[in-house]
């Protein structure tokens, strides 16, 4: 296993491992997975990812885990890269990953979620017939009962079919875990804001890709699947679900629609939580009025059409 540790620059990688067999997509297509203290649900992710020899190389971005994880995966899987972060930085740890991938595109996955077979190479074939798409997103299936994950069935009621200039439905957002990218896009998109940490941390980069020109499209024939773990902090991520929103909003919407989102956002949270991360939203205020950057209009023009939900008051 191939080891990067920003903890402490400079420091020597370990030797490379046994090769894999080679994949006609080695030189297109690297895979970023994002974990943190979930070893042996990695380990499974892994071991999906590896079975399909679809990518080249496999990057591991380690949120600062403490529980046996870089052991266990060089141990298994020596073949995979491994990126260790000093600490957890959410998704933004995701940034790391793509930095160390050389490849013009890139697979994101959680270590709960893998993709399907055959959903890599028919990504990759998505983003050479495209050139002006940046993101393909794929249909999630939930659990042992592959159930639809809830996002993917907004994105198919809501999403745009674009027949001769886009696959699938075009979109105004991906899903972090489910998703693969143009690697330069992502990059002169900045990546993920490490402020947001996780969850709902597309937003701010799917609009700074939507503001570039780049499109976003929802392929339901690629499939992820996911198994959530049972370590997930379901309370926590509510939390930042809601004040990343309200961020996200005043960070890029103009006043009105701004407003609208916080009204629906704050509409929707139970009273504890609607008043506490309203303050620590409102204590992020400074931070957000000096990167604010509105969007153009022809980007708020798709986001009504695209995300009707936004605009509701």
């Known amino acids: 296993m191939r080891r990067v540790d920003h903890a402490a620059p400079g420091g020597a990688e370990a030797p490379e491992g046994p090769a894999r067999p080679a994949s ?14 979930r070893r042996e649900e990695l380990l499974r992710t892994l071991g999906k990812l590896v079975a399909e020899h679809e990518a080249g190389a496999i990057v591991v971005v380690d949120n600062g885990s403490r529980d046996g994880t870089e052991a266990a995966v060089a141990a298994h899987f020596p073949a ?72 993917c069935r907004y994105m198919g009621a809501c999403g745009r079919p674009d027949p001769g200039t886009l696959p699938g439905l075009e979109v105004a957002g991906f899903l972090a875990g489910a998703c693969v990218m143009r ?80 009204w629906r956002r704050l509409a929707e949270a139970r009273g504890q939580t609607r008043r506490a991360w309203s303050v620590v939203a409102l204590c992020g205020l400074p931070w957000v009025l000096r990167h604010r950057r509105v969007l153009p209009r022809h980007v708020e023009t798709a986001l009504r059409l695209l995300d009707p939900e936004r605009e509701r008051a």
């Open 80 to 151: 995979v890269q491994w990126v260790r972060l000093a600490r957890n930085l959410g998704a933004a740890g995701r940034n790391h990953g793509v930095q160390r991938a050389a490849t013009p595109y890139v697979a994101f996955c959680d270590d709960d979620t893998w993709w399907a077979p055959g959903a890599l190479a028919h990504a990759v074939a998505l983003l050479d017939a495209y050139p002006r798409l940046a993101v393909v997103t794929a249909r999630v299936l939930v659990g042992a009962t592959q159930g639809e994950d809830v996002a």
């Open 24 to 37: 006609p997509l080695v030189a297109r297509l690297s895979v970023v997975v994002l974990t943190h203290e």
């Open 183 to 262: 690697r330069s896009a992502f990059l002169v998109a900045g990546g993920y804001e490490p402020r947001l940490l996780i969850g709902g941390e597309e937003t701010l980069l799917a609009l700074d890709l939507l503001a570039a020109g780049w499109r976003l499209a929802y392929v339901p024939a690629l499939v992820v699947h996911h198994y959530p773990s049972p370590r997930r902090d379901s309370g926590r991520r509510r939390h930042l679900l809601l004040r990343n929103a309200l961020w996200c909003a005043w960070l890029r919407r103009p006043p009105g629609a701004a407003w609208r989102e916080t």
